[in-house]
């Protein structure tokens, strides 16, 4: 989930025009569907962000019924909409083998590549998402050095010889 909220709010601030370049004098911007584009880009993101957040929740105990409750829908819906998504996370991740022939093919496409990634590196993917959110840090209050990866669970799942 925070990979996709990370992947969501970059596209969110590119689409915001920021030099005099990017846009005419009329306010419209420099090339005709770009804006369009941009906000399909951001769209797209938020609806895997969307699906990500359902999943978290189940992952995280919440029945059809609460997720349902949620959105303001039925849980049959709500397991409707979300189900394949669940289905696709639970499943087991790729061995390294697998996720390289994957990868020199061009078959980890959108969140793929960023699964097997974890899969592998999970420490070193926490403190990416750790380096992103200090990056992007809006004056928040003080997030700690490590804002994603301080709140995981720590030990030997996490790669680390001495358990941190």
């Given at each position: 989930m925070a990979h996709e909220a990370c992947e969501l709010a970059g596209l969110a601030r590119a689409a915001v025009p920021i030099g005099e370049h990017e846009l005419h004098?009329?306010?419209?911007?420099?090339?005709?569907?770009?804006?369009?584009?941009?906000a399909a880009h951001v769209l797209r993101a938020a609806q895997r962000f969307f699906e990500a957040a359902a999943?978290?929740?189940?992952?995280?105990?919440?029945?059809?019924?609460?997720?349902?409750?949620?959105?303001?829908v039925e849980a049959t819906t709500a397991r409707a909409r979300f189900a394949a998504a669940e289905s696709c996370f639970r499943e087991e991740p790729r061995s390294p083998d697998e996720v390289s022939a994957a990868d020199a093919t061009g078959a980890l496409d959108g969140a793929g590549w960023w699964r097997a990634y974890t899969a592998g590196n999970p420490l070193e993917a926490a403190r990416d998402l750790d380096d992103w959110?200090?990056?992007?840090?809006?004056?928040?209050?003080?997030?700690?050095?490590?804002p994603v990866s301080g709140g995981l669970a720590q030990g030997s799942k996490w790669g680390c010889p001495d358990g941190s």
């Open positions: 004098p009329d306010g419209t911007g420099s090339s005709p569907g770009s804006v369009l584009a941009d999943v978290c929740e189940r992952t995280g105990g919440a029945s059809w019924q609460v997720i349902g409750d949620v959105l303001g959110v200090l990056r992007h840090a809006d004056g928040d209050g003080d997030l700690g050095p490590a």
